[in-house]
């Protein structure tokens, strides 16, 4: 009695082990191809159309998308894993199979003034530490910033030097030489926007004999404007500034996550469109294209008409002149005859 307990339980046993790894193992006839960096996987096989009749559209793909899903999670589990913070994480490998860009790739920008110099030179960038030693506080500090070593501003005795106006400000003279230097900064900011932009920079130091023209000075409040962090949106307009020309509109793309069902119709309204055999016609647009076809050709044969008339001449052609104080036949007093227009009657 006890026996048969036993291998009932371990019948019972194997066929629920069976049950469980059944919900893992798909079958297939020709194994799947995997891209596991971009979590790819291409199915092969041969879509049976008696099983695609027998049942319902919706259930047979997504049947087909589980168990392809299904053989691609087992890959991934077959990568070595590791735990990090109550979670197992696997590394993918790199991806074999190259992806469209969505959006055009950036354009580089443009080198600065000082990146040629420094290029040209072989001047290499070296990062440096955000904290120094301060001798004075006997402490590390911020480089720049709040709070920053060597800090001059919070010296509360300048010494004057032997050159200088013992009656100067010295602590007014420190503030207007940072303005300066902030300008200073500004400007080679905005110089390097024109240079990228390739607009001609007015001359530094004596005013030059040419002026600038309208279109050069709207051209650079325009580029002043936009040099902004916001792109010139909450700039503040002159005073009678007309808006700017030809500044371009702001390219739209549609949202990534959103409204699937739109996405849906727009692409089925595509493939309609190009499965049709009649093309779509636009009636209103083929006509008026015809009529200025037609407009176009009459205002040709009208010139050619009237330069025809133009270059024949008769021995007494222009304005002929009658008898002083007389009557030209057909015209006015001491006139000749009036002429029309090419092309008019």
């Known amino acids: 009695m006890a026996a048969c ?17 059944k919900s893992i193992s798909v079958n297939k006839e020709l194994e799947l191809e995997f891209d596991i960096g971009n979590l790819l996987a291409f199915d092969k096989n041969r879509v049976d159309v008696r099983d695609f ?9 997504r049947a087909l998308a589980r168990d392809n899903t299904q053989l691609l999670v087992n890959e991934i589990w077959k990568l070595p894993s590791e735990r990090k913070e109550e979670a197992i994480v696997v590394k993918l490998p790199e991806p074999s199979t190259p992806l469209p860009r969505e959006k055009p790739p ?23 530490t955000n904290l120094v030693w ?38 007014a003279k420190r503030v207007t030489a940072k303005k300066e ?7 080679n900011r905005l110089r390097n926007i024109a240079r990228a932009q390739k607009v001609k920079l007015p001359g530094v130091g004596l005013a030059t004999s040419t002026h600038q023209s309208k279109d050069e000075l709207v051209r650079a409040a325009s580029v002043a404007r936009t040099s902004t962090a916001s792109v010139g949106r909450f700039q503040e307009g002159l005073p009678k500034e007309k808006p ?15 409204d699937f069902s739109a996405e849906k119709q727009k692409q089925l309204d595509l493939l309609t469109l190009m499965g049709s055999k009649k093309p779509k016609l636009d009636i209103t647009k083929a006509v008026n294209k015809q009529m200025r076809e037609d407009d ?13 008339k133009k270059g024949r001449r008769g021995p007494m052609g222009g304005k002929g002149k009658g008898k002083a104080g007389g009557r030209a036949k057909g015209g006015k007093p001491g006139g000749g005859t009036k002429r029309s227009k090419p092309g008019k009657k």
């Open 181 to 187: 230097r902030v300008a200073k900064n500004e400007l």
């Open 106 to 128: 950036p354009k580089p920008k443009p080198p600065t003034k000082w990146e040629q110099f420094a290029k040209l030179k072989g001047i290499q960038k070296k990062k440096k």
């Open 53 to 61: 009749r027998s049942q319902k559209k919706e259930d047979f793909l």
């Open 296 to 308: 176009r050709e009459e205002a040709a044969a009208k010139h050619k008409k009237g330069a025809g």
């Open 134 to 171: 301060d001798e004075t506080a006997k402490e590390w500090k911020r480089r720049w910033g709040y709070k920053r070593a060597k800090d001059d501003t919070k010296e509360w005795l300048i010494e004057v030097p032997h050159s200088a106006d013992p009656n100067e400000d010295q602590f």
């Open 244 to 258: 700017v020309k030809n500044q371009g509109k702001k390219r739209k793309f549609q949202p990534l996550i959103g």
């Open 5 to 21: 307990n036993v291998d009932e339980l371990l019948a019972k046993a194997e066929e629920e082990e069976a049950e469980r790894l």
